[in-house]
T-cell receptor, first 113, second 116 residues
Framework: GENVEQHPSTLSVQEGDSAVIKCTYSDSASNYFPWYKQELGKRPQLIIDIRSNVGEKKDQRIAVTLNKTAKHFSLHITETQPEDSAVYFCAASKSTGFQKLVFGTGTRLLVSP | SAVISQKPSRDICQRGTSLTIQCQVDSQVTMMFWYRQQPGQSLTLIATANQGSEATYESGFVIDKFPISRPNLTFSTLTVSNMSPEDSSIYLC?????????????FGEGSRLTVL
């Protein structure tokens, strides 16, 4: 089955710096790669996703890149702010008609003022 | 988007007892998903619940330990049976967009269980 690895497990940056979180997946048939943000004590929420027919997607300060050949994808956050502090999970799915996400192990991002 | 309500939000349970978690969605959905998030860990899919059929369990999870009901298109329950301290986790209910393609998962707030 699919296996998703995520690095780093923790990441500390200064406000205004960029943050990059990387994930690799094992199943070449996976074609959907979302990123979820989970604030302390809250539910996970989707922040951005990418499908295998594109290599990069941006939404304001957040971007995701996908390299299908190497089977890895990354989350990029620019101009980080303290409210970006949270745990971020990548995930992968090859589902059509059935949503079965396999999540990475999570990255705890701490943005210091 | 979907609004998902879970009950209880948290509970402290004694070893050997069972607890049922309820999940209510504000719209009709075909599939509902139950995830477990152990302390400081990732999200692991327990099972997928379809209305009118048996739930589909992931490797490592069995019906006797985690029986699931899905009586209609807006409601599901997950029971954690014969609990041990290792079952202390957050249990999350989720649904997808219902388009039939991979897309956003919407999560409930979770039920935090502590087993003593």
């Amino acid at each position: 089955g699919e296996n998703v690895e995520q690095h780093p497990s923790t990441l500390s940056v200064q406000e205004g710096d960029s943050a990059v979180i990387k994930c690799t997946y094992s199943d070449s048939a996976s074609n959907y790669f979302p990123w979820y943000k989970q604030e302390l004590g809250k539910r996970p929420q989707l922040i951005i996703d990418i499908r295998s027919n594109v290599g990069e997607k941006k939404d304001q300060r957040i971007a995701v890149t996908l390299n299908k050949t190497a089977k890895h994808f990354s989350l990029h956050i620019t101009e980080t702010q303290p409210e970006d502090s949270a745990v971020y999970f990548c995930a992968a799915s090859k589902s059509t008609g059935f949503q079965k996400l396999v999540f990475g192990t999570g990255t705890r991002l701490l943005v210091s003022p | 988007s979907a609004v998902i309500s879970q009950k209880p939000s948290r509970d402290i349970c004694q070893r050997g007892t069972s607890l049922t978690i309820q999940c209510q969605v504000d719209s009709q959905v075909t599939m509902m998903f139950w995830y477990r998030q152990q302390p400081g860990q990732s999200l692991t899919l327990i099972a997928t619940a379809n209305q009118g059929s048996e739930a589909t369990y992931e490797s490592g999870f069995v019906i006797d330990k985690f029986p699931i009901s899905r009586p209609n298109l807006t409601f599901s329950t997950l029971t954690v049976s014969n609990m041990s301290p290792e079952d202390s986790s957050i249990y999350l209910c989720s649904v997808d967009s219902g388009t039939g393609a991979a897309g956003e998962l919407f999560f409930g707030e979770g039920s935090r269980l502590t087993v003593l």
